[in-house]
């Protein structure tokens, strides 16, 4: 079985790699940037768009507050990427906000940070791929009419592309990346020189449209509240930040600097392209609505249900370029691929988190443990399905998802530089270097002006974003809070209940004898073998154990039994009304009720067989037999494994694959000698629990 299901995982996710060459996995900064970035870097085909949204309710004449709510954008874009320089250079370990936190304002802090960062990872991944399929799905219907179908499928696709490992992911990812960041630049280049150079007029295909106003004429706190809704909606654009904190352990040395350099490039390239778009948004004269079919107006009348609102960026494309040009296309489909793609940063920052989780016992140890191809699989899968629950329950909208988003990214920046600041509170006391403590307080100083800028815009976005969804956010982080402190109590305790004591205990005491039993139902080779075994253990007691079911059966295995003269004594259990495990589960407790300082050990025999569908019809019994018997203190189970033919079957079938080489597989060299297989008497390729016959 393990054979059969390793063909295809070996298909889809390549050959398993060894622990020794997980430096081969190592990221330069070309590779990094496309694989950490590509959520803020993509994030600039909506942000735009949700800044001109908000600002359209109070209409066309708000529009002039979107350059200075980009300049705010950009001022904490900038304030953010200072931080986090310090931060990779402070905490090299991968362990990011949540080591930050944990660190210097305790556990408590720490796991409100960690449960902040995973809901926003997940919401990443729903936001970008929703995101990308509206984009697709402008240019082909069949992607609309299926969008929840085609974002699940996008999600599969790109775990399977991960679960290859970071580095054969980030450089599939690279390509559309740095296409789409190119095409953005040209955009705004030919834009700029068509503007100030040509004097072209170029209008978006929405400039002719009208905006009917929601509230017109706001002013006031009204006004206020309006455009620090819009400010809280840019700040998407901030997503993301924080994995490449999460990530230094996945760049070449020196890990630091390299990280910190890919932090710079980052925040220079989406400041950059975000004012672009939005220059060029005003330029064109893009009009956007929150409710498009009744608040955009076309010649005085509605547009209608059937119009489709194209992204900021794609009519900003059309008047640029032109529609239909080779650029545009080139852009459409690059900006539409890197939505998609943007969904890479939460599956490089969500499983390293979960793994540092894990291994403080906060989550379950299989996150900590990397799969075959060196990237932690269990947290990627893990990740996928939570982002696919989201998908199908939100129906695959954007618009809904991103009212949940960054609610959790603001929490995790404000309690990391706040953490920050007490670091270099702690080491400016005992440093005496004059050098070192000017570098320790001019970082302080950046760490505590980001600590006040994001605590302030978390306070934004809470205020301007609970009534519409981000509450569900916060909902989330509390969940995984209660959940990781459960899992925490959890470890705990069984820690210090399975914690070996420095004195004598009872389980280090010799049991006064060993009491065997051995189930039988009837003679046959898998019994004999049991048999044969359990006498080789020199117990002090030794006894065969039936259970009377059917009468006949019972009578014609005592006869036998003494035909063979079989030196075991046998002991047969009535059960009235036919059951097998409760007479045997009541006999091992009555025995060790007798004599408490005796170990009962309880041998059964088990078939191995070769095919799965052979397991559904042996050793069920056996297997509700040895469950229950687990939960019996002072009992201990033992398998003796009988290898039927079909189990030896499937083992040679198993070898014969495993020493099969594809054409062109093996290159032409002198010939290699390959160490001889151990041979002998195996468990083949599975062992089914139980053996009653």
């Known amino acids: 079985m393990s054979k059969l299901t390793d063909v295809p995982k070996r298909i889809l996710i390549g050959r398993a790699l060894r622990s020794d060459r997980l430096g081969e996995t190592l990221l330069p900064k070309r590779i990094a940037l496309p694989v950490f970035a590509s959520d803020p870097l993509s994030s600039v085909a909506y942000a735009p768009g949700e800044v001109l949204l908000v600002l359209s309710i109070a209409g066309v004449s708000a529009y002039h507050f979107s350059p200075w709510i980009a300049l705010a954008v950009v001022v904490l874009m900038f304030t953010v990427v200072a931080s986090y320089r310090q931060n990779v250079h402070a905490y090299p370990s991968g362990g990011g906000d949540y080591e930050v936190a944990t660190t210097n304002l305790g556990p408590k802090a720490g796991l409100t940070v960690a449960s902040a960062l995973l809901v926003d990872y997940v919401l990443t991944v729903a936001v970008s791929i929703a995101s990308g399929i509206e984009n697709l799905g402008s240019a082909i219907p069949f992607v609309v009419e299926h969008k929840v179908a085609c974002a699940v499928g996008v999600i599969v696709l790109l775990t399977l592309m991960n679960l290859r490992g970071v580095k054969e992911s980030g450089k599939l990812f690279a390509i559309p990346t740095y296409v789409f960041v190119a095409g953005v630049f040209i955009m705004i280049a030919w834009g700029a020189f068509r503007g100030l150079v040509l004097d072209d007029t170029m209008r978006a295909p929405t400039a002719h449209y009208t905006i009917k106003a929601e509230h017109q004429g706001l002013a006031g706190f009204a006004l206020v509240f309006l455009l620090l809704r819009a400010f809280s909606s840019g700040c998407a654009a901030l997503t993301g930040v924080e994995a490449i904190s999460n990530g230094v352990p996945a760049f070449r040395k020196p890990k630091s600097k390299n990280a910190a350099s890919t932090l710079l490039a980052m925040g220079l390239l989406a400041v950059t392209m975000f004012c672009g778009i939005i220059v060029l948004a005003l330029t064109t004269k893009v009009r956007m609505a929150e409710n498009p079919a009744t608040d955009l107006l076309k010649n005085g009348a509605e547009v209608g249900a059937g119009y489709v609102q194209n992204p900021v960026i794609t009519q900003v494309a059309e008047a640029v370029f032109g529609k239909g040009s080779f650029l545009f296309l080139v852009l459409a489909a690059a900006t539409a691929l890197v939505l998609f793609l943007a969904a890479n940063t939460a599956y490089n920052g969500f499983p390293v988190l979960g793994s540092i989780l894990a291994q403080d016992r906060y989550l379950p140890r299989q996150l900590h443990t990397r799969g075959d191809r060196l990237a932690f699989s269990n947290g990627i899968v893990l990740l996928a399905g939570a982002a696919m629950l989201l998908v199908v329950i939100y129906g695959a909208d954007s618009t809904r998802l991103i009212q949940l988003y960054i609610v959790g990214v603001f929490v995790s920046f404000t309690l990391s530089q706040t953490g920050m600041v007490r670091h270099w509170n702690r080491h400016l006391a005992t440093e005496k270097d004059p050098a070192k403590r000017r570098h320790m307080v001019r970082s302080r100083a950046i760490n505590t002006f980001g600590a006040f800028f994001t605590g302030l815009v978390l306070v934004v976005v809470l205020g301007t974003k609970f009534t519409h969804g981000a509450w569900v956010a916060l909902l989330g982080m509390v969940i995984f809070y209660a959940t990781m402190t459960a899992i925490r109590k959890h470890y705990d305790r069984v820690s210090a209940e399975i914690a070996a004591p420095e004195g004598p205990s009872d389980d280090s005491v010799r049991p006064s004898r060993v009491h065997s039993v051995v189930l039988i139902s009837k003679i046959h080779r898998p019994t004999l073998r049991a048999l044969a075994y359990a006498k080789l253990m020199r117990s002090d007691t030794l006894e065969a154990l039936s259970v009377n079911v059917d009468p ?142």
Do not use: C
């Open 552 to 693: 006949a059966e019972t009578k014609a295995l005592r006869e036998e039994w003494e035909r063979r003269g079989i030196d075991v004594p046998l002991k047969v259990l009535d059960s009235p009304y036919r059951e097998i495990t409760r007479p045997i589960i009541e006999y091992v407790k009555g025995l060790r009720k007798e004599s408490p300082r005796d170990a009962v050990s309880v041998i059964i025999p088990e078939y191995v067989v070769g095919h799965w569908y052979e397991h559904l019809l042996h050793n069920q019994s056996a297997l509700r037999l040895k469950g229950r018997l687990l939960f019996v203190p002072g009992i201990m189970v033992t398998s003796v494994p009988y290898q039927l033919q079909s189990s030896e079957a499937a083992r040679n079938r198993a070898r014969r694959r495993q020493d099969w080489n594809a054409p062109g597989a093996v290159r032409r060299g002198p010939a290699q000698v390959r160490p001889k297989e151990p041979t002998g008497t195996g468990t083949g390729t599975g062992t089914g629990p139980g053996g009653k016959g």
